[in-house]
């Protein structure tokens, strides 16, 4: 008899469902980051000769490795595309809507985000990003309005949302030129690392607002590590949070403040709901920069590795990570090359197929060696004046900070940087099919406790339901 009640209990205790409590959700947004982005970290990890991974395994692949793996359909109430306004809105609330409304359903309902529900059920919550917070994705936990612009409305909302932690970028959307001047502030600001690049997006302003609004805050990377108290407000940039490829000093990375809103969060007995997302991501996709996109996954890819080990030792978590829609429609390529460029490749003993270049995998390897953003090369590089604008100069300038060098003829051939440029990213087999975004079926993962057994194909609305199941059933 007592073998058999022990028999029970041990039956019991390694039962999936008392082995897998339901109390913490992390979910992770990689804004713009389709398959193909995805697929960049994917490879850089694997194929690089200089990959920074040992194991040549990246920690996404790791984490999707061990996930659930679905595919994500994104489409709007009345489009193929999304925005982040629509995205973010199908995500948090589980409504369908059109792109730039954000929290607001196709209805006009605002319903109620997974932020808030999770409140009301006694859980601690927070919002990380590196751009701005009043931005769509953080914003559509608590804003609920027809236009992702009407920024004073929504970073009210986001001050009124209950939210325990909020971290990002942005103080540009808390503040006017009258708060910016204002006597009372001065010393505040004189607090704030990167005051001169503030550029205040409010006429009125919710500067008195924000310091009389019960939560510290903290402008850098200094303050982020000291804060100790169950509430925080992180503002680490005017708009987004300098960029990975040439990050600032001051500012804290994706999976330093990750860290802290976790630390914070954790601390409340019911669990909690933390949003991270990844939006820088998205606007080097807008710029077609992959060595800049790169660094931004490389970041997030650090911030994956913390939150998979996070999880694995709190397994009462589920991690879900997925992007909102896909930006710029990256991709590599082979392309035919013929003349000049054809003899010097088959004389170099490149690797070319019936004259064909499939980009190689050491092009990897150049792309993880750009030091700044393509447009910021661009501006630096025409600053410098007509007459030192050499053939030689831009060579130069191109191989110290794209690490690939052009011949000289094929520059003076170009005749200028910006066509110079577009050689070498030509030369990589990148591509690029808009500036904008695409309707690309995206990649989901659940990880963890309650994770979906078979995720299949979704729409982004039913993550949102996956979420609020997890939520309610850990209650
Ligand atoms: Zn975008």
Request: glycine share 10%; charged share 25%.
């Amino acid at each position: 008899m007592r073998k058999i009640f022990s028999l029970f209990i041990a039956l019991f205790l390694f039962s999936p469902a008392f082995a897998q409590g339901k109390k913490n959700v992390i979910f992770v947004v990689a804004d713009g980051g389709g398959p193909a982005a995805m697929g960049l970290l994917l490879q850089y990890a694997r194929y690089a000769q200089n990959s920074p991974y040992a194991d040549r395994t990246s920690n996404m692949e790791k984490l999707f490795s061990a996930s659930n793996l679905g595919i994500v359909l994104n489409a709007t109430k009345e489009t193929i595309v999304s925005d982040s306004a629509a995205a973010g809105t199908h995500m948090a609330k589980g409504t369908l809507t059109y792109p730039e409304y954000l929290g607001m359903g196709a209805d006009g309902q605002i319903g109620e985000s997974l932020m808030k529900k999770a409140q009301k059920l006694g859980m601690a919550t927070g919002l990380v990003t590196d751009v701005y917070l009043s931005d769509a994705t953080p914003a559509a936990y608590a804003a609920g309005t027809d236009s992702r612009r009407k920024y004073e409305e929504i970073s009210l909302s986001l001050l009124n949302s209950g939210a325990d932690v909020l971290l990002g970028g942005g103080l540009n959307y808390f503040i006017s030129d009258q708060d910016l001047q204002d006597d009372r502030y001065s010393g505040i600001f004189k607090k704030v690392p990167y005051r001169k690049d503030l550029e205040p997006a409010l006429q009125n302003g919710l500067f008195q607002k924000l310091i009389t609004s019960g939560y510290p805050l903290v402008f850098d990377k200094k303050g982020l590590k000291k804060a100790k108290n169950k509430k925080l407000i992180g503002l680490f940039g005017a708009s987004a949070i300098q960029y990975s490829v040439n990050p600032a000093e001051y500012a804290p990375n994706l999976k330093e403040m990750t860290e802290k809103a976790i630390e914070i969060l954790s601390k409340n007995e019911k669990g909690f709901f933390l949003m991270v997302e990844a939006g820088a991501l998205d606007w080097m996709l807008h710029d077609n920069d992959q060595g800049a996109a790169l660094a931004e996954l490389l970041e997030l890819d650090e911030t994956l590795g913390y939150i998979k080990q996070w999880a694995d030792d709190n397994p009462d978590t589920m991690v879900i990570v997925t992007a909102d829609h896909d930006t710029g429609g990256f991709g590599f390529q082979y392309r035919k090359v013929k003349g000049e460029e054809l003899n010097l490749k088959q004389e170099q003993g490149y690797p070319l197929y019936d004259k064909k270049d499939y980009s190689v995998k050491s092009n990897l390897d150049i792309i993880a060696k750009q030091t700044k953003m393509q447009r910021d090369m661009r501006a630096e590089f025409e600053a410098l004046g007509e007459k030192r604008q050499t053939p030689k100069a831009i060579q130069d300038y191109l191989k110290a900070n794209m690490g690939y060098e052009l011949p000289l003829d094929v520059i003076e051939d170009k005749g200028d940087f910006e066509d110079s440029l577009k050689e070498v990213n030509k030369r990589l087999g990148v591509v690029w099919s808009t500036g904008n975004h695409t309707g690309s079926p995206l990649f989901v993962s659940f990880y963890g406790s309650g994770a979906p057994e078979k995720p299949g194909i979704l729409h982004n609305t039913e993550i949102n339901k996956i979420i609020e199941g997890f939520l309610y059933d850990g209650k």
